[in-house]
């Protein structure tokens, strides 16, 4: 706990946290909107998601978070998605975790027997999709999950509990359009049935050595 706690200040400090959406931290009595505790207060509007155990659960139908378009979240040159997911049955090849609708975007989708697999999409990157290498996403249970951006490479990295579980080179800059912005557990037709917790974007491509502590640090949260 004591390492998590000293994880969990450097989240709120480090200025290249865009957004952090930690364990189940309202800003009103009447649950409407869940704190951003980041530095730069991406606060977000909650339409039917429900709080559960240590998340927020997401119906698979309308449920989301709007957590607005503010200039910190225009990232473009390099990005780290991260957040702990539950997923408890697959709704389309796009089940939406967390992005800027279709500019940046962690989800899963193709399922095969009870997992599926890890997916980014970017609009203006080539190529547009990067999926794990094989169905490491599992229903019912919690996991880790993990993209990275880095424009000066071209690397996409895709992550579950730590481990490198898909990889591909891309070109093109990352655009995004104003009045969309990020959104939790639901984009147009495509959503998220299950929890979503400590939900995370940088503008920082996060070393595969952090990530990988992230995921120690904190699965005792989640009884991995």
């Given at each position: 706990?004591?390492?998590?706690?000293?994880?969990?200040?450097?989240?709120?400090?480090?200025?290249?946290?865009?957004?952090?959406?930690?364990?189940?931290?309202?800003?009103?009595?009447?649950?409407?909107?869940?704190?951003?505790?980041?530095?730069?207060?991406?606060?977000?509007?909650?339409?039917?998601?429900?709080?559960?155990?240590?998340?927020?659960?997401?119906?698979?139908?309308?449920?989301?978070?709007?957590?607005?378009?503010?200039?910190?979240?225009?990232?473009?040159?390099?990005?780290?998605?991260e957040a702990w997911v539950k997923p408890e049955s697959l709704q389309t090849n796009w089940d939406y975790i967390t992005g800027w609708r279709w500019d940046y975007i962690l989800s899963i989708g193709v399922e095969s027997g009870n997992a599926c697999k890890l997916r980014w999409y970017a609009a203006d990157l080539t190529p547009q999709v990067v999926s794990s290498d094989n169905y490491v996403v599992t229903f019912d249970e919690f996991q880790h999950v993990a993209v990275t951006y880095d424009s000066s490479t071209g690397k996409v990295t895709l992550y579950r509990n730590g481990i490198k579980?898909?990889?591909?080179?891309?070109?093109?800059?990352?655009?995004?359009?104003?009045?969309?912005?990020?959104?939790?557990?639901?984009?147009?037709?495509?959503?998220?049935?299950?929890?979503?917790?400590?939900?995370?974007?940088?503008d920082i491509a996060l070393s595969e050595e952090t990530i990988k502590s992230h995921y120690e640090i904190e699965r005792h949260l989640f009884g991995v």
């Amino acid at each position: 706990m004591e390492k998590w706690l000293k994880l969990h200040k450097k989240f709120i400090y480090d200025d290249r946290c865009k957004l952090y959406v930690p364990l189940l931290t309202y800003m009103d009595t009447a649950r409407t909107k869940v704190e951003d505790i980041s530095q730069y207060h991406n606060h977000g509007t909650i339409y039917g998601a429900v709080p559960d155990e240590i998340g927020f659960d997401f119906d698979g139908t309308d449920d989301y978070i709007d957590c607005g378009d503010d200039g910190s979240l225009d990232i473009t040159d390099a990005i780290t998605i991260e957040a702990w997911v539950k997923p408890e049955s697959l709704q389309t090849n796009w089940d939406y975790i967390t992005g800027w609708r279709w500019d940046y975007i962690l989800s899963i989708g193709v399922e095969s027997g009870n997992a599926c697999k890890l997916r980014w999409y970017a609009a203006d990157l080539t190529p547009q999709v990067v999926s794990s290498d094989n169905y490491v996403v599992t229903f019912d249970e919690f996991q880790h999950v993990a993209v990275t951006y880095d424009s000066s490479t071209g690397k996409v990295t895709l992550y579950r509990n730590g481990i490198k579980v898909g990889e591909d080179t891309v070109s093109g800059t990352i655009t995004n359009f104003p009045g969309i912005g990020v959104r939790m557990g639901k984009y147009d037709d495509y959503p998220f049935n299950g929890t979503i917790a400590l939900d995370r974007i940088w503008d920082i491509a996060l070393s595969e050595e952090t990530i990988k502590s992230h995921y120690e640090i904190e699965r005792h949260l989640f009884g991995v």
